[in-house]
């Protein structure tokens, strides 16, 4: 009877922290394609919860593995109830914060508050041995590497789109050339991550050299179909300058990377708040702490349905920041910066890297910006996000212990 209360808890804080993950964290993969006006928010909903549902039911199970059983050390959990109480704890702390960093209009890392959750209140249950902090200090690493990364990569792609069409003294007749390759590009990197060991929810775990050669024809193709739509793309208004009609057709390439991002971060993010629990469900099914049991399907619809709620609701206000106040974002940078953070992203989940999407999307902002001159950048801006990341994984760590030790007190 106990564990089917603590089941429904943790239901309820799992649809929290989802809830959360969409007005926060969705609304960074959102953002840059809403500021560049690429989208409108109406047509951003759409795409997020399309793609985001999508990313979270297909792809999603790697990392949930790792946020449900790779931070805590199991062996040092002295019995179900403890673990249980350990997960909710971990939800509900990091649903918490990002509620309080929402409400402010920051970008805050998802990935930080349920990994210095679980990792709070794994120390509140065990000591410090509660916690694997080998596991924990790879993960770490890569919310360091992620930003770096993803800023390396739209920096070049930026520049790569900066000399070969916008600086080109016949920028029309380049965006119509590679505006096709780019959008080939964008599904070749998709599909391959798809194929390669990313649809195991359904059976289709293809090894590289099977998925190498499908993806590339799939990229071939589209970037074939994608001629004749490109060629169709109006000329823009005469006061849209000269570069209107090069920034309409990135806006079509951006709208593919709108929806690259956006499943990247369901197959990433989804973790956030069903890997908890994913745990809790796996103790109420066998009464036992670690057993094998595999990450249910409907627990990966029911985490993506939370985030696009999230989403649709309170979205609007982290987009702000994102898309407006970082830098001055058009489909050109902001295409560049999307199709950098999804690739990162993507890259990571395959490796059942819990990443920060956030981190990486705005390290791919600041690419764009740096791209274009350090004067580029909005630094009180960049200031205030900074001190968010800083204190978020410390802040959710000291909540979740604090909350352990409340249920302990309780139920123990």
């Known amino acids: 009877m106990l564990l089917t209360a603590f089941l429904i808890a943790g239901l309820v804080f799992g649809l929290y922290m989802a809830w959360n993950i969409g007005a926060n964290d969705v609304a960074n993969a959102m953002g840059t394609s809403v500021g560049s006006r690429a989208l409108s928010l109406k047509q951003a909903l759409v795409v997020a919860a399309v793609f985001e549902f999508a990313g979270a039911l297909f792809a999603g199970s790697h990392v949930t593995e790792t946020v449900k059983k790779g931070i805590v050390d199991v062996d040092k959990i002295p019995d179900a109830f403890v673990f249980v109480l350990v997960m909710l704890a971990a939800l509900l702390s990091a649903g918490i914060w990002l509620q309080f960093a929402t409400w402010k209009g920051l970008p805050v890392s998802t990935s930080h508050s349920i ?44 520049r790569f789109v900066s000399g070969a069409i916008i600086n080109h003294p016949s920028p029309r007749a380049r965006v119509r050339r590679y505006s096709p390759l780019l959008a080939g590009l964008v599904l070749f990197v998709l599909v391959l991550s798809l194929l390669y060991k990313g649809l195991a929810n359904l059976d289709l775990d293809l090894s590289m050299a099977r998925a190498l050669p499908l993806s590339l024809g799939v990229g071939i193709a589209g970037a074939l179909l994608a001629v004749p739509l490109f060629g169709r793309v109006r000329d823009a208004p005469a006061a849209a300058g000269r570069y209107g009609f090069v920034e309409r057709h990135f806006g079509w390439l951006q709208v593919m ?22 745990g809790i469900v796996a ?116 909540l979740a212990a604090a909350l352990y030790w409340g249920l302990a007190a309780i139920f123990l």
């Open 257 to 278: 990377t709108a929806c690259y991002v956006a499943f990247a971060h369901g197959a990433n993010d989804v973790a956030n708040s069903v890997g908890p629990l994913a």
């Open 283 to 398: 103790v109420w099914q066998t009464g036992a702490i670690g057993a094998k049991v595999g990450i249910p399907v409907w627990l990966l619809a029911f985490g993506g349905f939370g985030i696009v709620v999230g989403l649709a609701t309170w979205g609007y206000r982290v987009m702000e920041t994102i898309g407006k106040r970082i830098t001055e974002l058009t489909p050109s940078r902001g295409f560049s910066a999307e199709f950098a953070a999804a690739t990162t992203v993507l890259v990571c989940t395959k490796l059942s890297l819990p990443i920060s999407t956030t981190h990486t999307l705005v390290g791919a902002v600041v690419g764009i910006g740096l791209a274009r001159g350090i004067a580029a950048l909005d630094m009180r801006v960049m200031r205030d996000i900074l001190s968010a990341w800083v204190v978020t994984l410390p802040v959710a760590f000291l």
């Open 115 to 158: 990994v210095g959750g679980v990792a709070g209140a794994g120390v509140a249950a065990a000591g410090i041995g509660g916690v694997q902090w080998s596991k924990l200090a790879w993960i770490a690493t890569s919310w360091v590497l992620s930003p770096l990364i993803g800023g390396a990569i739209a920096f070049v792609m930026f």
